[in-house]
């Protein structure tokens, strides 16, 4: 169990990993774009435009499941002062920041054939909307704060009042009046989604899961160097 635990097997164990998913990242993303754009077929109402589900769901849902991720991690960090998830969360931000701007983004082009226009101050957008700025503050405040204890608290405290947002991310196309569609694919309840698309979108959610994995080890094992560099200059 020590073994496990131990910083520099951990760095190693991440190589392997990261040798791993990048011997089948390229095949996957193939596969995932032959079946989002040719094996998928077109949908009855939005045509081709509907396409942009295949990158913007997995998108939003990757960059709520990474800011749900910090948050779990900050609060635990801030009460045991387990330093090793603090490099955790920080390596999550940016890719679930980059997710978020995909979303809305994306969310943006699908917007404007099926609503007529880029952008509306809709409950899910605008809270989407909010999401990225907490990301961003959440960035800044362990990047250009060197006080560890303060910036620790910052980010604890943004990261719950974000969790919150992430509630209301969810369930504001149920509590409000919105032009954003209700939630097509339900764990628990009834899937609207065809199986035809909804295989698609799987294969893209599993590409785009892998890729972050590419970028978060490779973004762990940085952070791993240089809090290693600033250890050594400290002797």
Request: proline content about 3%.
């Given at each position: 169990?020590?073994?496990?635990?131990?910083?520099?097997?951990?760095?190693?164990?991440?190589?392997?990993?990261?040798?791993?998913?990048?011997?089948?990242?390229?095949?996957?993303?193939?596969?995932?774009?032959?079946?989002?754009l040719?094996?998928?077929p077109?949908?009855?109402?939005?045509?081709?435009?509907?396409?942009?589900?295949?990158?913007?769901?997995?998108?939003?849902?990757i960059?709520?499941?990474?800011?749900?991720?910090?948050?779990?991690?900050?609060i635990?960090?801030?009460i045991?002062?387990?330093?090793?998830?603090?490099?955790?969360?920080?390596?999550?931000?940016p890719?679930?920041?980059?997710?978020?701007?995909?979303?809305i983004?994306?969310?943006?082009?699908?917007?404007?054939p099926?609503w007529?226009?880029?952008?509306?101050?809709d409950?899910r957008?605008?809270?989407?909307?909010i999401?990225?700025?907490?990301?961003i503050?959440?960035?800044?405040?362990?990047?250009?704060?060197?006080?560890?204890?303060?910036?620790?608290?910052?980010?604890?405290?943004v990261?719950?009042?974000?969790?919150?947002?992430i509630v209301?991310?969810?369930?504001?196309?149920?509590?409000?009046?919105?032009?954003?569609?209700?939630?097509?694919i339900?764990?628990?309840?009834k899937?609207?989604?065809?199986?035809?698309?909804?295989?698609?979108?799987?294969?893209?959610?599993?590409?785009?899961?892998?890729?972050?994995?590419?970028?978060?080890?490779?973004?762990?094992?940085?952070?791993t160097?240089?809090?290693?560099?600033?250890g050594?200059?400290?002797?």
């Amino acid at each position: 169990m020590i073994k496990f635990l131990n910083p520099s097997y951990i760095f190693y164990l991440t190589g392997k990993i990261l040798n791993f998913i990048k011997i089948f990242i390229i095949p996957i993303i193939i596969i995932g774009i032959i079946f989002s754009l040719f094996v998928a077929p077109k949908d009855y109402i939005q045509g081709d435009a509907a396409r942009i589900m295949y990158v913007h769901v997995p998108s939003a849902w990757i960059s709520l499941f990474c800011f749900a991720l910090i948050s779990f991690l900050s609060i635990v960090n801030f009460i045991f002062k387990i330093k090793s998830l603090s490099l955790i969360y920080k390596s999550l931000a940016p890719i679930g920041l980059a997710f978020n701007f995909i979303a809305i983004i994306t969310g943006s082009l699908w917007g404007q054939p099926t609503w007529g226009t880029w952008w509306a101050w809709d409950a899910r957008l605008t809270s989407m909307l909010i999401l990225m700025f907490f990301y961003i503050i959440f960035i800044f405040s362990y990047k250009f704060i060197k006080n560890t204890e303060k910036s620790s608290k910052i980010c604890t405290t943004v990261s719950i009042l974000g969790l919150i947002n992430i509630v209301v991310i969810k369930y504001s196309v149920n509590w409000w009046s919105t032009l954003h569609q209700t939630s097509s694919i339900n764990i628990s309840g009834k899937t609207t989604v065809h199986f035809s698309m909804l295989i698609p979108l799987g294969i893209m959610l599993f590409t785009f899961l892998m890729y972050s994995a590419l970028i978060f080890l490779m973004k762990y094992r940085i952070e791993t160097i240089r809090v290693k560099k600033k250890g050594l200059k400290k002797l």
